[in-house]
């Protein structure tokens, strides 16, 4: 049972760049989840997906960002016209339904904004 | 909404000796409560959970966390520290199915 993947595991881009992150889940779980952490701070929500249908977007994701799950399975998170404050630690979580819906996190993506 | 509170921002402790680490959780029906880990540039590891039943909790390496609903707390605890241990801990509660988190605890495990 291999666990949440992600990839890159460490991104540097240039303020007004697009940058693309992708999550891989754990096989059977039809939940996920992205979460952004900044230095010092706990994770914060930003979307979530059942299947393919994304069902609920935080404040914290602008017009700039934008999440899919094309076939349920992997996720990819676009950040367009990057800016210095997206800098932080891009999370991915995954939970099956049935039972108690735990979270298990992936081991994140390093973005930094030059 | 729901919100957790870790008052400790930053724990020093000796090896060998006990942890604790408190986490005072708001929410309206009774809570799902986690505790992560996380290593310096890492991912968050699960270590426990509550759902229901016993209000002790066995995680892993060693850790054990106590649910309070008249206190509204969840502290983890661990009777003897060791140096792997040094980390940052976050405490969590899931409400409309995400996690909120509390801004985490740094443990500094001396010699």
């Known amino acids: 049972d291999t666990g949440v993947s992600q990839d890159p595991r460490h991104k540097i881009t240039k303020r007004g760049q697009n940058v693309t992150f992708r999550c891989d889940p754990i096989?059977?779980?039809?939940?996920l989840y992205w979460y952004r952490q900044t230095l010092g701070q706990g994770p914060e929500f930003l979307t979530y997906?059942?299947?393919?249908?994304?069902?609920?977007k935080s404040r914290l994701l602008s017009d700039r960002f934008s999440a899919e799950r094309p076939k349920g399975s992997f996720s990819t998170l676009e950040i367009q016209r990057t800016e210095q404050g997206d800098s932080a630690m891009y999370l991915c979580?995954?939970?099956?339904?049935?039972?108690?819906?735990?979270?298990?996190f992936g081991p994140g993506t390093r973005l930094t904004v030059l | 909404a729901q919100s957790v509170t870790q008052p400790d921002i930053h724990i020093t402790v000796s090896e060998g000796a006990s942890l604790e680490l408190r986490c005072n959780y708001s929410y309206g029906a009774t809570p799902y409560l986690f505790w992560y880990v996380q290593s310096p540039g890492q991912g968050l590891q699960l270590l426990l959970k509550y759902f229901s039943g016993d209000t002790l909790v066995q995680g892993i390496k060693g850790f054990e966390a106590e649910f309070k609903r008249s206190q509204s707390s969840f502290n983890l605890r661990k009777p003897s520290v060791h140096w792997s241990d040094a980390a940052e801990y976050f405490c969590a509660v899931v409400g409309d199915y995400k996690l909120s988190f509390g801004a985490g605890t740094t443990v500094t495990v001396r010699a």
């Open positions: 979580a995954s939970s099956l339904v049935q039972g108690t819906d735990t979270q298990y």
């Open positions: 096989s059977e779980h039809n939940r």
């Open positions: 997906f059942q299947n393919e249908a994304q069902l609920e």
